[in-house]
């Protein structure tokens, strides 16, 4: 650090940039990232609620009502009003939190487990790993069927008296797959077992896109097996990043993982980290109120359009879709060149792909700051490179 400070007009010059060497949404040009460009009505609203601390609430009463508020606007939404919950930085601090309130949970009630597992699909988020790893679980990766969604005759089989938690998934991160979360629910509940659904990335839209008429399996809290959801504002929510949302069906959940905190202005603490933004909060609740559910069907439906039209013309240029896309995300690949060449290839035209693991393919997630002009330039681009 230097001794003496510089000029306002001399942070914010080297400021720029910093900021001129990021990429933007706006360009049109990330076609790998669930994240997007932020609302303006939430980038307003997160504006306002700096300051506030929800690690506190007590010092924080307004922001403590909108969480609730928030928690049980989402509830509605997934099935279940009368839910608990926080809103969080996102996904993997909301799947962590499952895990370790699950893992509580079942441990309390059956002493006799030691060495608790957590079952997860193979196209689960990795943030289940750094979950096992912090809370001491072991993961067993459940295998996937011929549509990369859970196979559910494999979870059945690896059930064991140290299960303390199944996950389904409801929008893979690298897919768009909704697990059979109907049939798992039945499983878990039959067999007294807790059942996280991660949600993070199709939470947001597909209640949107029911409504519309759209077909989905069911994969929320109507679904009585399902204890918690993972469900994040800062991807097709359109919040400012870090915006998490984890739901509980129930109180005991939260209870299960909570702690004293003597001199605080609530005397027990459920979430992972202590200080903790109200901004994120905030800005869910303005873009929920100001948006409403007209709105978040614009958004979703917009996607689902987009992504469409880019599957057409991944198909008529000659390239080959791995799988069916569910929701707004499209795998596909070269029929001539493997997979790391035709991604370096894209790169240099400019374009910031990514690539799934399982299968090994491009991947793109069509999030709201990707236009029809931009899928138009996209296909000339895969035209162009014949292949
Ligand atoms: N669950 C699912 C289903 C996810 O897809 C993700 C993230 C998470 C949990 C974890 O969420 P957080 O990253 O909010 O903790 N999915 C994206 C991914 O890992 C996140 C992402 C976003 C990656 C923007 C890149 C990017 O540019 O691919």
């Given at each position: 650090m230097e001794d003496k400070g510089r000029s306002k007009t001399e942070v914010f010059r080297q400021l720029k940039i910093f900021k001129k060497k990021d990429m933007t949404h706006l360009s049109g040009?990330?076609?790998?990232?669930?994240?997007?460009?932020?609302h303006p009505i939430g980038l307003k609203a997160y504006h306002m609620f700096l300051e506030s601390n929800l690690g506190d609430p007590g010092l924080f009463k307004g922001t403590k009502t909108m969480e609730k508020e928030v928690i049980s606007l989402l509830g509605d939404l997934l099935g279940k009003q009368d839910i608990y919950g926080h809103i969080i930085t996102g996904g993997t601090e909301a799947n962590i939190m499952a895990m370790r309130s699950a893992r509580n949970f079942a441990m309390e009630k059956n002493?006799?487990?030691?060495d608790p597992e957590i079952i997860v699909p193979?196209?689960?988020?990795f943030s289940f790993k750094k979950a096992a790893d912090m809370l001491c679980l072991n993961i067993i990766e459940a295998q996937l069927d011929n549509e990369y969604k859970v196979d559910v005759n494999s979870i059945k089989e690896l059930?064991?008296?140290?299960?303390?938690a199944v996950v389904a998934v409801?929008?893979?991160?690298?897919?768009?797959k909704i697990d059979p979360v109907e049939e798992i629910s039945h499983i878990c509940y039959g067999n007294n077992i807790y059942l996280h659904v991660?949600?993070?990335?199709?939470g947001y839209s597909i209640p949107f896109l029911t409504e519309m008429g759209y077909e989905f399996p069911k994969f929320d809290f109507?679904?009585?097996?399902?204890c918690s959801i993972t469900i994040d504002p800062h991807k097709m929510g359109l919040?400012?990043?870090?915006t998490g949302g984890i739901l509980f069906r129930e109180k005991k959940y939260l209870e299960a993982m909570s702690v004293e905190t003597?001199?605080?202005?609530?005397?027990r603490q459920s979430t992972l980290?202590?200080?903790?933004?109200?901004a994120s909060t905030a800005a869910t609740w303005a873009l929920i109120k100001y948006l409403g559910r007209e709105g978040y069907k614009t958004v979703s439906d917009q996607c689902m359009k987009i992504t469409k039209l880019l599957y057409n013309g991944i198909i008529e240029s000659?390239?080959?879709?791995v799988t069916e896309p569910q929701l707004n995300i499209i795998a596909f690949k070269s029929k001539k060149v493997s997979v790391d060449e035709l991604a370096y290839k894209l790169e240099n035209l400019g374009w910031a792909v990514s690539k799934s693991s399982y299968p090994r393919a491009i991947r793109v997630i069509v999030m709201p700051h990707i236009k029809e002009e931009h899928v138009k330039v996209f296909i000339e681009d895969l035209n162009s490179l014949d292949l």
């Open positions: 040009k990330i076609l790998g990232s669930m994240c997007t460009c932020p002493p006799k487990i030691k193979k196209s689960a988020h059930l064991s008296k140290n299960t303390v409801a929008g893979t991160t690298e897919l768009g991660d949600a993070a990335f199709g109507g679904l009585r097996g399902v919040a400012p990043i870090p003597p001199y605080l202005t609530e005397d980290v202590g200080t903790r933004t109200g000659g390239f080959e879709v």
